[in-house]
């Protein structure tokens, strides 16, 4: 009833092309900006802001990232980690040779590097496809991780290994290193990630998107209909890693504040996989849905237990959700393997016939 | 400058071969502790061959299987049992764990594409990971090695004006492992089940036509793969502790499969060797002027510049592909 889009005509070709054709989700989507920018800083606890959605969008961008590549080219990849991990060192070495460039400029120039580098491991896509692929970026994965904890240069030498955050600000706001606040780091993080998620919408309908989703849906024939893989698959492998680099980046400077090599480990990569699967392959609102689900769950599950009034171990309750998040994906893979966003598409249909379930659309 | 790339080539081309053939007792030790891991990882290998060839599924989740067998033997064992009544207990539990990954996994998943599958045995590793952990404790166990009977101890070999040392359970893994793969050799090709499991990997339509039961032969075949991690997990536990630690190493056998071939058993046993040995040879004579800890990463990029060059693995089938 409310969701219904009878009466929207398209008058120009450019309304028929629009991002958004239909009214009531231009509403929804400036009402979910509304209260991202302004209601969530106003009232969201610094807990609320520091730990729950500034690791949410991060994740969410590299969740994207994933996503291009494997939900979008068909090119499954187990490295985000460490290509994660290219941007931040790679934002860190830029920061300290060029204190005085803002910071922002910075996080978007390391996610060059993850790309260069994204490319050069990218570069045996194009004799090898499937699980393959997934071990030549499991090459990648442990091979970074390697340099990241030998090659002193990275992290300057600190005796520790660690990469700190360095004060960085605009004017007199701090952007980022401990005095900054959790509300700036947030609203950069969230212009960022709502910029880049245009972005990578409007790339993904357009001729470099869809030559990526015909390389994924059958190869030969993309390159019959004039698609070159080797331009294709490259592309893609850059596009991700860039994105992947720049969440990377935003992740140790504006979330964590100081990052060892295991923040880049191959658990993450995974964590990342389980978002793309759960939110939905081939979906760039899935990215956000299965970020948000795989963020918070762990600390919802971490609650539950004390508001029971039960008492648990930290790792007990970990172990727990391990279970529940591998059962989730089987069951998701299984039921819908396409994911929330296959089940929020689903919702919308039915919310567009509602209350004549029977009738065509 | 020619004088920095010819001191640069040596250190990268000559050094390392003198250093071998200057010291032969210890490059005889480095090679035999190559061989070792090396049976190691073919030992893993072999379970995901058995499971890829007979249903297509990349499973993920072997290395996980290893850790979570070792882990029940061990504590059933500390529960009072002895080491043989928990051995066979634990054959039980790796055999139900069988059943139910085909009921409630494989069934539901058939005909789906190869990442799919392989995503689900991800989940599955997440799974066990975290059962095994809430029942059994992550911190690291010690195997019952000498309560299974396994040698232990070490022998000296005088050769070459030094000694090189053989651990006995060592010898014991390498014998065990060649014991298995010819008993696997034997069943596939002598008995009834093996020769559905043949029929079966050649071509699942063809299989289900002649009457053999497909979900019956996953069952056997992820409960042989049990039965391979366990032995695995006995070994690898002996030489260390039994801790999930192991889960990563285990990654390591992807690399194998691709320099063997996803569906050879013999392909499963070289690569294994062979990436044991030229990461032991690498690590101990290439690794200093790398900086060290080479051996994460020397078998996956040996497998990726092996992809470049031989796609189809040493002993695997040519995938040819038509539109």
Redesign the interface.
Same mark, same amino acid.
């Given at each position: 009833m409310i969701y219904r889009e009878a009466g929207q005509y398209k008058t120009s070709y450019a309304s028929d092309q629009a991002l958004l054709p239909i009214r009531q989700d231009r509403i929804g989507l400036l009402l979910i900006l509304v209260i991202a920018f302004v209601i969530v800083p106003i009232f969201g606890s610094s807990f609320f802001l520091g730990s729950i959605m500034i690791p949410f969008l991060v994740f969410a961008l590299a969740a994207i990232g994933l996503n291009i590549l494997t939900g979008y080219a068909g090119q499954?990849s187990l490295g985000t980690g460490a290509f994660m991990g290219v941007g931040a060192y790679a934002c860190y070495k830029l920061t300290s040779y060029l204190p005085d460039v803002n910071i922002i400029v910075h996080v978007l120039v390391s996610g060059l590097f993850a790309a260069l580098i994204g490319v050069i491991f990218g570069l045996?896509s194009l004799?090898?496809k499937? *699980?393959?692929l997934? %071990?030549?970026t499991?090459?990648a994965q442990?091979?970074l991780?390697?340099c990241f904890?030998?090659i002193a240069w990275l992290y300057n030498h600190n005796d520790s290994g660690a990469i700190e955050v360095p004060r960085r600000y605009i004017g007199d706001l701090a952007l980022t290193g401990p005095t900054a606040t959790p509300v700036t780091r947030y609203l950069v993080i969230l212009s960022l990630v709502a910029i880049m998620t245009l972005v990578a919408a409007n790339v993904l309908r357009g001729r470099i998107g869809r030559s990526w989703m015909m390389i994924r849906d059958m190869d030969?024939?993309a390159e019959?209909m004039g698609i070159r893989p080797l331009r294709a698959k490259l592309s893609a492998f850059a596009f991700s890693s860039y994105y992947c680099g720049v969440a990377g980046a935003l992740m140790v400077f504006f979330w964590l504040g100081s990052a060892e090599v295991e923040a880049f480990d191959?658990n993450h990569s995974?964590l990342i *996989?389980?978002m793309v %699967?759960i939110g939905g392959m081939g979906s760039l609102a899935g990215c956000f849905m299965g970020a948000a689900f795989l963020w918070i769950l762990p600390i919802v599950i971490r609650f539950v237990p004390s508001v029971l009034g039960i008492d648990m171990l930290a790792?007990?309750t970990e172990?727990?959700?391990?279970?529940?998040?591998?059962?989730?994906?089987?069951f998701f893979?299984?039921v819908e393997?396409h994911g929330f966003a296959r089940l929020w598409q689903i919702g919308k249909e039915k919310l567009r016939t509602w209350p004549f379930p029977y009738a065509s659309s | 400058m020619l004088a920095i790339v010819i001191e640069w080539l040596n250190t990268l081309f000559v050094a390392p071969f003198v250093d071998m053939f200057s010291l032969p007792d210890f490059l005889l030790q480095v090679l035999w502790e190559g061989f070792v891991s090396g049976v190691l990882y073919a030992l893993i290998a072999l379970g995901f061959v058995l499971i890829f060839k007979a249903s297509g599924v990349f499973n993920f989740a072997q290395g996980i299987m290893v850790v979570f067998a070792a882990l029940v033997l061990v504590s059933l064992h500390a529960m009072g049992m002895p080491a043989w009544v928990a051995l066979a207990l634990t054959v039980g539990v790796m055999g139900i764990f069988a059943l139910v990954v085909e009921r409630v996994v494989l069934r539901k998943l058939v005909n789906q594409p190869d990442a799919i599958l392989l995503m689900a045995t991800i989940g599955l590793t997440l799974v066990v990971k975290g059962a095994g952990q809430l029942f059994f404790g992550g911190e690291p166990k010690s195997m019952i090695t000498e309560e299974l009977g396994l040698p232990t101890g070490s022998s000296d070999w005088e050769v070459f004006d030094g000694i090189v040392i053989f651990q006995h359970i060592d010898i014991a893994a390498a014998v065990i492992a060649i014991l298995m793969v010819a008993s696997l050799g034997v069943f596939f090709s002598k008995t009834r089940i093996g020769r559905a499991l043949r029929a079966v990997a050649d071509d699942h339509q063809a299989a289900l036509s002649v009457g053999i039961s497909l979900n019956q032969i996953w069952a056997i075949v992820w409960f042989a793969a049990g039965i391979v991690a366990l032995v695995t997990g006995i070994m690898w536990g002996a030489r260390s502790d039994v801790s999930f630690a192991l889960e990563i190493i285990a990654l390591k056998a992807l690399a194998v499969l691709i320099l063997g071939g996803f569906t050879s058993i013999p392909g499963a046993i070289v690569g294994g060797l062979l990436v044991g040995i030229s990461e032991k040879l690498f690590e101990v004579y290439w690794g200093p002027i790398f900086g060290g800890g080479v051996e994460a990463w020397f078998a996956y990029v040996l497998a990726l510049v092996f992809l470049l060059f031989r796609p189809q693995g040493l002993f695997g089938e040519r995938i040819i592909e038509r539109v």
């Open positions: 499954l045996p004799r090898i499937g *699980l393959y997934a %071990i030549t499991l090459a442990f091979f991780e390697w904890i030998r030969i024939a019959l191959i995974f *996989l389980f %699967i790792a007990t172990h727990i959700s391990n279970i529940i998040i591998g059962a989730l994906i089987i893979l299984i393997p | -």
